[in-house]
């Protein structure tokens, strides 16, 4: 997936100490159509949607990597009567796996959950502490007021049906997701917090950072992806979220205008971007590369130019902890 | 000063689309809201300086297009600086597009002799790549060449490939407007001049509102990039502009530092912006945009105030 090789092969030497029973991983599930290849094609394929429309149901299991060595499988779904009996799960539950379960709101409900119940009553066999992240999906087509009618129903429904089996409710979460707008980012960035190590000192170290430098929000974003592995705890909020996103996007194509010279004379790139970007309305972006490819966004309400240097000298220090915890080599550090 | 430009094609061929996205910040998926053009709607756009682009959406249902070449010729074709002519590479009626192509370059030719020709090939996207490669772009554009290049009177038509969902629509309408701008060699000069001055390793100027490319210039011996970059920092920074108004605050400047690149994007006068790239590690970001400011003050008179 990345093109940082020596972090990758550190990074693989570090996993395969780990025991396969604690390796973080995220399993796509669902029923055939449901949406799983579409969402892990756009997110980490960088695929445009629309070319998802073709695409022919999955045989294989697929695997992509994400930060922090997090492995994502791309589960095919077979069909409504064959759920998946016959792949052995054994391989893939262990104590760090989370289900990602994809419902297709504009399909027939019904028939999903009986899908989704007979999965849990599988899994939770296995490793009874799994956690099901359900995505209703598809909610491009429906109207604010009818997601989250479906929403309140599909939820209330499987409440109902855990109770009666006897699980705990509290392992299930929901969101309401697209591929067609940037919900889908947000629900994997979330999904992936549960598996970041030291996700909450992650986080302590943004929410300082903010108070010190007077930031409105701060993000640690993977920019080949687009997902955030952590961010402050101040409130958030899904538009300012999809505004990163675009600004992510913004900086990859602008790189283009002098990627021609971005070499240093032993052939490296330089991962050293640091952008400001001014709005009406004093509102100002600034963003800081940690390395190769992780970045700080970060907003703030206040003209930031008066003191740029101040808020860069504290991002570098901010972005040799975030580097600390994550245990990510520095590759950034040889141009 | 005033200028005519006639933007004709069938129905459905994506006129009014293009109009939308180029010049009302349209998003590409947009577009599908759009019903057709009835009769022909008019739009009159300032660009820089006191150039006014009039643009003449020409609806183009069968019914509207029998009256523009009988009825309504003299009226539609007369002081046409340009003709904009639209093909949909999935036109179901071929033979028809090309008829009326022909009516109408005639009718130009007769009452604007001296008017400029653009042919369009668009929805390129739609064109599956095959593995013989027969219909490749390149192969659908030689075709389209070879067919209206006799059908096109005195005139040499220039022709684009173009698409709502690739950068290719900014760059023909870049090089469209350019070829409309009266002062455009004087501006070139200056802002040539502005880059040397600067010890930039390259200048783009871009028309505030619709983020065409007005005039660029880059330093030489460099390696020489992708002909087409700055072309693609048009459809990137009005998209840009689309996610920013959703949080309700407008796009002002950019400024990008890499290792010892940097890069500027500032409003430059009151019409225009300029992107400045810097490849100097000891270039202090204050002189730049001290440059820019010293260098607007010139460019006002060359970009904005009205000449007549
Ligand atoms: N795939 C694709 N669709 C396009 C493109 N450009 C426009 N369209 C679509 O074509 C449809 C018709 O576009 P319009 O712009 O209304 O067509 P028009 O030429 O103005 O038609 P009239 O007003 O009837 O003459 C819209 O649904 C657009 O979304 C393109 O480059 N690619
Ligand atoms: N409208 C809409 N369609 C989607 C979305 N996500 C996926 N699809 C479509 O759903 C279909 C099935 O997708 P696929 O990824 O093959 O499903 P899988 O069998 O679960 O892997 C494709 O035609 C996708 O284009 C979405 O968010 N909205
Ligand atoms: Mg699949
Ligand atoms: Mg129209």
Redesign the interface.
């Known amino acids: 997936m990345y093109q940082d090789q020596p972090e990758e092969q550190l990074q693989e030497e570090n996993y395969h100490s780990i025991d396969n029973d604690t390796k973080p991983k995220i399993l796509l599930m669902g029923p055939p159509r449901s949406g799983k290849s579409s969402i892990l094609m756009v997110i980490f394929e960088k695929r445009d949607q629309l070319e998802t429309v073709y695409l022919q149901p999955t045989t294989d299991i697929v695997e992509y990597t994400m930060y922090g060595g997090i492995e994502v499988y791309d589960l095919p779904g077979i069909s409504y009567e064959h759920d998946y009996q016959f792949i052995d799960l054994n391989l893939f539950l262990g104590e760090n796996t989370v289900i990602v379960f994809v419902i297709d709101t504009q399909d027939d409900i019904q028939k999903s959950l009986h899908y989704l119940y007979s999965s849990m009553d599988l899994i939770f066999s296995i490793q009874p502490n799994t956690q099901f992240n359900i995505f209703l999906h598809k909610i491009d087509g429906l109207s604010e007021e009818l997601r989250q009618d479906i929403n309140q129903e599909i939820q209330h429904r499987i409440f109902s049906h855990m109770d009666y089996e006897g699980y705990d409710n509290s392992l299930v979460q929901f969101y309401l997701t697209s591929i067609y707008n940037k919900s889908i980012y947000e629900a994997m960035s979330r999904v992936s917090h549960k598996l970041v190590p030291n996700v909450s000192t992650l986080e302590n170290i943004l929410t300082s950072f903010c108070y010190k430098s007077n930031l409105d929000k701060a993000y640690l974003f993977d920019m080949d992806s687009k997902l955030f592995i952590a961010t402050d705890s101040f409130p958030f909020a899904s ?2 979220h ?2 990163c996103c ?2 992510i ?3 990859e ?6 990627s ?3 070499l ?1 004379q032993s052939g490296e790139v ?12 004093n ?1 100002s972006i600034f963003t800081f ?1 940690v390395n190769k490819r992780l970045m700080l966004i970060c907003m703030v309400r206040d003209n930031i130019s008066k003191n740029l240097s101040l808020l860069e000298f504290n991002a570098k220090k901010v972005s040799l902890s975030l580097k600390k915890v994550l245990n990510f080599p520095d590759s950034s550090t040889k ?1 | 000063m005033k200028k005519k430009l006639l933007l004709m094609g069938q129905s459905g061929a994506g006129k009014t689309s293009m109009r939308a996205i180029i010049f009302s910040n349209y998003g590409a998926a947009e577009t599908r809201r759009l019903g057709a053009t009835m009769e022909i709607e008019h739009s009159s756009i300032p660009f820089i300086g006191d150039l006014h682009l009039n643009i003449w959406d020409c609806g183009g249902q069968r019914r509207f297009m029998n009256n523009y070449i009988t009825d309504q010729k003299e009226h539609l074709f007369k002081d046409a600086e340009v003709l904009i002519y639209v093909f949909d590479v999935e036109t179901r009626d071929q033979a028809a597009e090309f008829k009326y192509y022909e009516d109408c370059v005639k009718l130009l030719s007769q009452f604007s002799p001296t008017a400029k020709v653009f042919c369009l090939i668009h929805k390129i996207d739609l064109i599956k790549q095959d593995s013989r490669k027969t219909s490749s772009v390149p192969n659908v554009l030689a075709n389209y060449k070879k067919t209206l290049g006799p059908l096109s009177q005195h005139f040499t038509p220039v022709f684009y490939t173009t698409s709502i969902w690739s950068y290719t629509l900014y760059q023909a309408w870049s090089d469209i407007a350019y070829k409309l701008i009266p002062n455009i060699t004087m501006i070139e000069n200056q802002l040539k001049q502005f880059r040397q001055l600067c010890g930039a390793s390259r200048v783009v100027m871009f028309e505030k509102s619709t983020f065409l490319v007005v005039s660029h210039t880059q330093e030489h011996g460099k390696p020489n990039p992708e002909d087409d970059v700055f072309v693609r920092i048009s459809e990137t920074v009005k998209t840009y502009r689309q996610a920013c108004s959703k949080i309700r605050a407008p796009l002002v400047a950019i400024n990008i530092r890499n290792g010892p690149f940097s890069m500027f994007l500032e409003p430059f006068t009151e019409t225009t912006y300029v992107l400045v790239v810097m490849n100097d590690p000891d270039v202090e970001a204050a002189v730049v945009k001290l440059n820019i400011s010293s260098a607007r003050i010139h460019f006002v008179n060359l970009a904005d105030i009205q000449h007549t």
């Not at chain 1, 194509?253 to 002098?258: A, K, P, V």
């Not at chain 1, 330089?270 to 309305?281: C, E, K, N, P, R």
């Open positions: 538009q300012y999809q505004f675009s600004t996007g913004l900086m194509d602008l790189t283009t205008m002098y021609e010279y971005q240093n330089f991962s050293h971007q640091v952008a400001t970007i001014h709005l009406d309305a509102y590369q141009d």
